[in-house]
């Protein structure tokens, strides 16, 4: 059981917008700790894709758009591609744990 | 450029002791914290502990204690982890990553994982 809850998959047809939720709680986001979004794509390793919330490194599309909110952030992906396809993880500081949390990952299907 | 490389899968039996290697390259690795992260087959990805690079200090994670030992050579530029007593859920890939402390303010940092390995793979089986 994940500290923070994400959708277990979400799907989209190419050209749609979807979302990802992360929900956390008062030890966490609610906190204000920051959230962190990581993509996976299939047989490879992580990349950031949204750091502190809602920054985009460069290289990474506009596309892609994060927020944050009271116990919980969310990762929007719009004009969804196939190349979108992967896993996507929600991550940030937990201080009851007193370390660095992950959501359980969210599977995107671009139908 | 700046990659973390990361050493080769590994077999081996109940029991026995791991280390893995994490390579920096394109960067001083004493300049970043270096995280670890495991995900074991079909699952997520779990936050290990880091080392801080400067002091060689390290810290795990709830679950990440006694058998598992974070180290480094800053003469090589690499960092370790070593995995003794293996178990068969030990079976996992194994993830090295750079930790970015990006200024917002000067008092206020955003620390992320900005850099990976590409994992290594520790199976272990009788």
């Known amino acids: 059981q994940s500290v923070l809850t994400q959708p277990p998959s979400v799907s989209g047809a190419p050209g749609q917008r979807v979302t990802i939720s992360c929900t956390g709680s008062?030890?966490?986001?609610?906190?204000?700790?920051?959230v962190h979004w990581y993509q996976q794509l299939p047989g490879t390793a992580p990349k950031v894709l949204i750091y502190g919330n809602s920054n985009r490194p460069s290289g990474v599309p506009d596309r892609f758009s994060g927020s944050k909110s009271g116990t919980s952030a969310s990762l929007a992906i719009t004009g969804l591609q196939a190349e979108d396809e992967a896993d996507y993880y929600c991550q940030s500081y937990d201080s009851s744990l007193s370390g660095w949390v992950f959501g359980g990952g969210t599977k995107l299907t671009v139908l | 450029q700046v990659q973390l490389v990361q050493s080769g899968s590994e077999l081996k039996k109940p029991g026995a002791s791991v280390k893995i290697s994490c390579k920096a390259s394109?960067?001083?690795?004493?300049?970043?914290?270096m995280n670890w992260v495991r995900q074991a087959p079909g699952q997520g990805l779990e936050w290990m502990g880091w080392i801080n690079t400067n002091t060689g200090n390290p810290t795990y994670a709830q679950g990440f204690t006694g058998r598992f030992v974070f180290s480094l050579d800053t003469s090589v530029s690499t960092a370790y982890l070593q995995i003794s007593s293996l178990k068969a859920e030990d079976t996992a890939v194994y993830y090295c990553a750079r930790v970015r402390a990006e200024a917002v303010t000067t008092e206020y940092y955003y620390y992320y994982m900005d850099v990976w390995g590409k994992g290594t793979t520790v199976t272990v089986s009788s």
């Open positions: 394109g960067y001083t690795i004493t300049s970043y914290a």
């Open positions: 008062s030890s966490n986001i609610g906190a204000g700790y920051d």
